[in-house]
């Protein structure tokens, strides 16, 4: 069984993370969201949360938002260096956030000045809304902000939803592949 998607919001309404969740039609039995009355910003906040709720043995996988992506991607990289395995982490509208990881991390961009400071960090599948969206309406409204995804080297136009789908099936299917790396985190863990 695997672990909940583990969401990091940014600093905003609790309802903002609700409409995200409708709009990738995501029931909250399947979510793990990072509580708003915390520090989204602090990676030992968000690791610890986590750590209080999935299997260890199970990998992370992530979808962080705006000054989320700080605490979720830093806890991503804190897990690993325990010795957890990170599936992949979506980073929507990082903002200027170094986006490096040993593990698959793919970037949702509201305008083109957000997609381009993601693209520095190195080449990756990404998502840029054309026409542009509002930061928050990239939050609130997936479904609705169209645009141009690149997926394994292919570009298509769809929906920021459709392309974050996406890539969450990827990284469970490729986490499905790492029997030998869950039994050492569990003997780790256990150990």
């Not at 989320?68 to 599936?87: F, H, N, Y």
């Amino acid at each position: 069984m695997s672990n909940p998607l583990m969401i990091c919001p940014g600093f905003h309404e609790p309802t903002w993370t609700g409409k995200f969740l409708i709009g990738m039609n995501l029931e909250t039995s399947e979510v793990r969201c990072f509580p708003a009355s915390k520090p989204v910003y602090s990676p030992a906040a968000v690791l610890e949360f986590y750590q209080a709720g999935c299997d260890p043995t199970q990998p992370l996988i992530m979808v962080a938002y705006s000054a989320g992506v700080v605490g979720g991607l830093g806890a991503a990289q804190l897990w690993q260096k325990l010795g957890g395995i990170v599936g992949g982490v979506v980073v929507i509208d990082a903002w200027g956030v170094p986006l490096w990881g040993n593990f698959p991390l793919v970037t949702v961009s509201h305008d083109w000045i957000t997609d381009v400071c993601g693209q520095a960090w190195g080449k990756r599948n990404h998502f840029l809304a054309q026409p542009a969206v509002t930061h928050a309406q990239l939050w609130q409204s997936p479904q609705s902000a169209w645009g141009l995804g690149t997926f394994e080297g292919q570009t298509n136009r769809q929906t920021a939803k459709t392309f974050i789908q996406k890539n969450l099936e990827q990284f469970r299917n490729r986490s499905e592949g790492h029997e030998e790396d869950k039994i050492s985190v569990w003997a780790r863990a256990n150990g």
